[in-house]
């Protein structure tokens, strides 16, 4: 089964299961298409007639393309089979014990953007702090159901974890502490609005956080259309020169530029050079995910130009790159030697099962994104998974257990999407987010293609 499509110029042929990427010529793009469901004598006849005028579509050169057509798939790059969904059914056994914390440290914040998903940070419900006992304990738990797993992951989110900071600060000195006795590394993370950013906590953070996410949507305009304060202030003036300073002083540890862009700003690829241009190089920009009555909501007339934006983004990587000055989004980070294993290509990011959000409370939910949905309260922190029944159906779901998944060709690069975006878009965590769907298969392409790109050009 292949994938073929034009991106900036270039042919390119995906053979979907072995993850063979072909750069091509419109002619051998052909070819290999007509090979795919003819035989060899039949593909000739069509070849010729799809390009009557060509002088370079000869008997000759047919007979040699079409021999190199053959022998690619007897090398298993070309219209290779689906090895993978036999396995789908072992996929639940094959999900290993608890890795990952995200601790919601704080449900509240001192932005007030109308398009948050966290209801301004609250999750639909009522301002809180997490206390280091709650915090204390999430440590211990995750320590608990880590079974023999070394690397542990700590992430510190909101609202703005900053507005808990003391408990931050003593949450990591508190894994520190468990890490020779127990056998274990924590890897600690931190998402902030920037707002509260300071010199201690950035020297903290270069100390201790594996890595930081920091909130910026791109140009001051764009920026400060939503991400204001109570008193209906714009940011941008105020975090924008703590952002620079903060990965000025980061060094070689990560970091990551993360915006959202809505239907106020589909040109949202100026927004991601601005940040290039401002200095940051670690750049990431996700669409905006919302009730579809709401102003900011993509609709089905901006596909187009999104499209043209993540081709447009592409093509401006490519020649920055040539140029010596390269950035990195996100989304087009893919590894085309090896990339994630098969688990995680069928089964995803493990959300409900090895890696779980607490509430301020100590209330464990399967992702960040179910926080507040009364629903999907999975147990406590104290407990743990009381609710068996929606741990195993997290367990279950994969790429295969999604109907609509089953003729995509995207489906091995996105393991069936995110669950928490399937649920509040159909209802169901084994459904599809769409809209979500088309977006991510654009941005597959124009990640192949640059990724092809500049592995050809360094040949």
Request: glycine share 6%; net charge negative; charged share 25%.
């Amino acid at each position: 089964m292949i994938h073929q499509f034009q991106c900036n110029g270039y042919f390119i042929t995906l053979d979907i299961f072995s993850g063979s990427i072909h750069l091509t010529d419109d002619a051998t793009a052909e070819a290999i298409r007509l090979r795919e469901t003819m035989p060899q004598t039949e593909a000739m006849k069509a070849l010729r007639a799809h390009f009557p005028n060509r002088p370079d579509v000869t008997t000759e050169t047919m007979l040699t393309l079409f021999s190199a057509i053959d022998q690619l798939e007897k090398e298993g790059k070309l219209y290779t089979r689906d090895v993978f969904k036999p396995y789908a059914s072992h996929l639940s056994s094959a999900c290993g014990p608890l890795k990952a914390l995200c601790l919601h440290v704080a449900h509240t914040c001192n932005l007030n953007c109308s398009y948050c998903f966290a209801s301004q940070g609250k999750y639909q419900g009522d301002n809180a702090l997490m206390s280091l006992e709650v915090g204390k304990r999430a440590v211990d738990f995750l320590v608990e159901r880590s079974g023999g797993r070394t690397n542990l992951e700590v992430d510190f989110f909101g609202g703005e974890p900053l507005m808990n900071w003391h408990v931050v600060k003593r949450l990591v000195a508190y894994g520190r502490s468990l890490e020779n006795t127990h056998n274990k590394r924590f890897r600690f993370t931190l998402t902030t609005n920037g707002v509260l950013l300071n010199e201690e906590v950035t020297d903290f953070c270069n100390r201790e956080m594996h890595n930081v996410v920091l909130s910026l949507d791109g140009r001051k305009e764009v920026h400060d259309r939503f991400r204001r304060d109570h008193m209906n202030r714009g940011s941008y003036d105020k975090i924008v020169p703590k952002f620079q300073e903060f990965v000025k002083s980061r060094g070689d540890k990560n970091y990551y530029i993360r915006g959202t862009f809505t239907h106020h700003n589909t040109d949202f690829s100026q927004d991601l050079l601005h940040m290039a241009d401002l200095g940051f190089t670690e750049l990431s920009m996700e669409p905006v995910v919302t009730a579809s009555d709401d102003p900011c909501a993509l609709t089905e007339d901006d596909l187009p130009v999104l499209f043209e934006q993540y081709e447009f983004l592409a093509a401006e990587m490519l020649r920055r790159t040539r140029e010596g000055r390269p950035f990195t989004f996100y989304h087009y980070m893919l590894d085309l030697e090896r990339g994630p294993c098969v688990y995680k290509r069928m089964s995803g990011c493990g959300s409900g099962t090895e890696y779980l959000a607490v509430s301020p409370w100590g209330e464990l939910y399967p992702c960040h994104q179910f926080v507040g949905e009364p629903a999907y309260s999975m147990g406590n922190i104290w407990q743990g998974i009381e609710n068996a029944t929606l741990q195993d159906n997290f367990r279950q779901c994969n790429v295969y257990s999604r109907p609509a998944c089953s003729d995509c060709w995207a489906k091995l690069f996105c393991a069936g999407g995110c669950a928490a975006n399937a649920y509040h878009a159909s209802g169901n965590i084994n459904g599809v987010y769409d809209y979500g769907c088309r977006l991510f298969r654009k941005r597959i392409e124009c990640a192949i293609m640059l990724q092809a790109a500049l592995t050809e050009e360094n040949e």
